[in-house]
């Protein structure tokens, strides 16, 4: 089991940016691949980002593709969320998400192991 514990979340202006980290432990950090997924009130949780376990590919959401940008660094068995150019739209609980398949990153039931959650909130 991987456990997972996320932070950077806050309040922040429109076109602000924030960086989210989610810290790693019980498993080796490169036997799995990580995903980002947010949930705002009223909807469904949704994907945000994805990276594989190398690092070598990245994959996102349609509504932050070329404003977020995902990284990974196994010195420190942590992954980050770079927002930046944030909108209201992006107010949501982030969660970030362990993927032993190393496919389906889109799909938040091929994840096992998940955080907590960070609240973001951007405001207009």
């Known amino acids: 089991q991987v456990r997972l514990v996320e932070s950077g979340g806050g309040l922040v202006q429109v076109g602000g940016s924030l960086r989210l980290s989610c810290a790693a432990s019980?498993?080796?950090?490169?036997?799995?691949?990580m995903g980002w997924f947010r949930q705002a009130p009223g909807k469904e949780r949704e994907f945000v980002a994805a990276?594989?376990?190398?690092?070598?590919?990245?994959y996102y959401g349609d509504s932050v593709k070329g404003r977020f940008t995902i990284s990974r660094d196994s010195a420190e068995n942590t992954v980050y969320l770079q927002m930046n150019s944030l909108k209201p739209e992006d107010t949501a609980v982030y969660y970030c998400?362990?993927?032993?398949?190393?496919?389906?990153?889109?799909?938040?039931?091929?994840?096992?192991?998940w955080g907590r959650g960070t609240q973001v909130t951007v405001s207009s």
């Open positions: 019980g498993r080796t950090f490169s036997a799995f691949a």
């Open positions: 998400a362990a993927n032993f398949l190393g496919y389906s990153f889109y799909t938040e039931s091929k994840y096992e192991s």
């Open positions: 990276i594989t376990v190398s690092g070598g590919n990245t």
